[in-house]
C-alpha cells in the first residue's frame, strides 16, 4: 500500500522568512513518481513539480527547492524568502510508475501555509 | 491555450438524487482522472480514464460510474446522493495515462 504523510498540517510564517513543508512517503514500488502541489483559496490544485524515484538530484526553480532523499523516503519542498502569495494549502503526491496502468495519485493530507505580510 | 475546465463550479443537492459532472481536458491530452477532496483532506482518486476505456478505479462504491466521450471530455456521474458525498470533485488530464495530471478547478457538491 502507498501512503504519504504530512505532519504539519498549518504552517504561519512571516514574509520574506524560508519555509519547509516535510513530506515522507511509503510504497512498495521500486519505480515511482513524487509530485508537489498547490491548492490556492480558489480551489484548483495547482502542478509544482514532478521527481522520478531514480533520480535524487535536488532540485531549484527561482524560490522553490525540493530535497529527494529516498534512503529517509522524504521529498521536502522549501519556498525561499516567501511572499504573500506563497498562501495556499500544499500537497505532496506519490504515483507508480509502470507501463501499461492508470496514474493513480496518492495524496498527502496537506499543509496550509500562511504568509503575513 | 485553455487549462481543464469542469461544470458545473457548485450544486446542491438533496440526499437520495443522481448528479453529473462534466470536464474537458486540455486540447491534445487523451486521459482524464477523477478525485473526491472532502474538505480538510487530501484529493481521493476515483476513477481514470485513458482513449475511452477505464483504467483505473478507486475505493468508491458502484454508485460512482463515469465515461470519456470520443472528444475525450468526461462525465462522472453520482446515483444516490449521500450527505457524505459532499465534497469538490476534481478532475485532471495528461497526455497518457503515465503522465503528469493537470488539474481543473473543481465542482464544489453540497447534498442536503
Known amino acids: 500500500a502507498q501512503k504519504v504523510t504530512q505532519a504539519q498540517t498549518e504552517i504561519s510564517v512571516v514574509e520574506k522568512e524560508d519555509v519547509t513543508l516535510d513530506c515522507v512517503y511509503e510504497t512498495r514500488d521500486t519505480t515511482y513518481y513524487l509530485f508537489w502541489y498547490k491548492q490556492p483559496p480558489s480551489g484548483e490544485l495547482v502542478f509544482l513539480i514532478r521527481?522520478?524515484?531514480?533520480?535524487?538530484q535536488n532540485e531549484i526553480s527561482g524560490r522553490y527547492s525540493w530535497n529527494f532523499q529516498k534512503s529517509t523516503s522524504s521529498f521536502n519542498f522549501t519556498i525561499t524568502a516567501s511572499q504573500v502569495v506563497d498562501s495556499a494549502v500544499y500537497f505532496c503526491?506519490?504515483?507508480?510508475?509502470?507501463?501499461?496502468?492508470?496514474?493513480?495519485?496518492?495524496f498527502g493530507s496537506g499543509t496550509q501555509l500562511t504568509v503575513l505580510p | 491555450d485553455a487549462g481543464v475546465t469542469q461544470s458545473p463550479t457548485h450544486l446542491i443537492k438533496t440526499r437520495g438524487q443522481h448528479v453529473t459532472l462534466r470536464c474537458s481536458p486540455i486540447?491534445?491530452?487523451?486521459?482524464v482522472s477523477w478525485y473526491q477532496q472532502v474538505l480538510g483532506q487530501g484529493p481521493q482518486f476515483i476513477f481514470q480514464?485513458?482513449?475511452?476505456?477505464?483504467?483505473g478505479r478507486g475505493n468508491f462504491p458502484d454508485r460512482f460510474s463515469a465515461r470519456q466521450f470520443p472528444n475525450y471530455s468526461s462525465e462522472l456521474n453520482v446515483n444516490a446522493l449521500l450527505l457524505g458525498d459532499s465534497a469538490l470533485y476534481l478532475c485532471?488530464?495528461?497526455?497518457?495515462?503515465?503522465?503528469?495530471?493537470?488539474f481543473g478547478p473543481g465542482t464544489r457538491l453540497l447534498v442536503l
Open positions: 486540447s491534445g491530452h487523451k486521459s
Open positions: 521527481r522520478n524515484s531514480f533520480d535524487e
Open positions: 485532471a488530464s495528461s497526455l497518457a495515462s503515465q503522465e503528469t495530471q493537470y
Open positions: 480514464y485513458y482513449e475511452k476505456e477505464e483504467r
Open positions: 503526491a506519490l504515483s507508480r510508475r509502470y507501463s501499461g496502468s492508470a496514474r493513480q495519485l496518492t
